[in-house]
T-cell receptor, first 114, second 113 residues
Framework: EAEVAQSPRYKITEKSQAVAFWCDPISGHATLYWYRQILGQGPELLVQFQDESVVDDSQLPKDRFSAERLKGVDSTLKIQPAELGDSAMYLC????????????FGPGTRLLVL | DAKTTQPTSMDCAEGRAANLPCNHSTISGNEYVYWYRQIHSQGPQYIIHGLKNNETNEMASLIITEDRKSSTLILPHATLRDTAVYYCIVRVVGTYNFNKFYFGSGTKLNVKP
C-alpha cells in the first residue's frame, strides 16, 4: 500500500538554527498539506499545496517558516531561525484531489528545539 | 477552530464494542464527517467518513443522526491495539473549493484487558 514518506523522523536543533523537513506524497496525489501538532493537541494546518501552487498558507508564520513544492511532487518545509516554541510534530499529508478526497498522513517529523 | 466536541477520554474492555460520540451541531449540509485515529508517536490514520448515511468498513461503523448534529464511531470488537486518540473532524470546503480539516483534541480511548 502506498504511503506518504517523511524525513527525518526525529530532529534536535538549537534555537536560532535552520531546520528543514522533507515530504514525498503518495504518487499521483495533487494536494499536499503540512500540519504542526503540539503535544497533547490535534494537528493544525500550516500550508496546503495544489500541485506546485500554495492555496492556503494563512496559518504559516511567514517570518520564519517557508514551504515549497517546486515540481509539484515532493515538498520541503523550512524553519529559520528555529525557536523553542517550534518544538512539535510536523506532519505531511496528501490527497488525490483537493475538494473530495481523504487525506493520508505520513509518520511525521518530531522536532526538539533546545 | 475545531467544529466538533468529543469527550477527553473513554475506557473500553477488550473484546467489547467501543462507541465514541461526537457533536457537530454547526455542520453544514455539504460538510462530511471524518474519523481518524493516532496511535502514540505516529501519523493520523484514516478510519471512515460519511455525509448523511451510516457507513461501515473493515475497521469501523459510523452512525450519523438524522439531523447530522452528532455521530458515533463504533469499533465492534476493540483490541488492545485500538488504544489511541480518536479525532472526529468536519471537513470544510474552503476557498477555491479546497477542503480543510479542523482537528480538535480528540478522545483518548483506553482499551483494557
Amino acid at each position: 500500500e502506498a504511503e506518504v514518506a517523511q524525513s527525518p523522523r526525529y530532529k534536535i536543533t538549537e534555537k536560532s538554527q535552520a531546520v528543514a523537513f522533507w515530504c514525498d506524497p503518495i504518487s499521483g496525489h495533487a494536494t499536499l498539506y503540512w500540519y504542526r501538532q503540539i503535544l497533547g493537541q490535534g494537528p493544525e494546518l500550516l500550508v496546503q499545496f495544489q500541485d506546485e501552487s500554495v492555496v492556503d498558507d494563512s496559518q504559516l508564520p511567514k517570518d520564519r517558516f517557508s514551504a515549497e513544492r517546486l515540481k509539484g511532487v515532493d515538498s520541503t518545509l523550512k524553519i529559520q531561525p528555529a525557536e523553542l516554541g517550534d518544538s512539535a510534530m510536523y506532519l505531511c499529508a496528501s490527497s488525490l484531489e483537493a475538494a473530495k478526497e481523504t487525506q493520508y498522513f505520513g509518520p511525521g517529523t518530531r522536532l526538539l528545539v533546545l | 477552530d475545531a467544529k466538533t466536541t468529543q469527550p477527553t477520554s473513554m475506557d473500553c474492555a477488550e473484546g467489547r464494542a467501543a462507541n465514541l460520540p461526537c457533536n457537530h451541531s454547526t455542520i453544514s449540509g455539504n460538510e462530511y464527517v471524518y474519523w481518524y485515529r493516532q496511535i502514540h508517536s505516529q501519523g493520523p490514520q484514516y478510519i471512515i467518513h460519511g455525509l448523511k448515511n451510516n457507513e461501515t468498513n473493515e475497521m469501523a461503523s459510523l452512525i450519523i443522526t438524522e439531523d447530522r448534529k452528532s455521530s458515533t464511531l463504533i469499533l465492534p470488537h476493540a483490541t488492545l491495539r485500538d488504544t489511541a486518540v480518536y479525532y472526529c473532524i468536519v471537513r470544510v470546503v474552503g476557498t477555491y473549493n479546497f477542503n480543510k480539516f479542523y482537528f480538535g483534541s480528540g478522545t483518548k480511548l483506553n482499551v483494557k484487558p
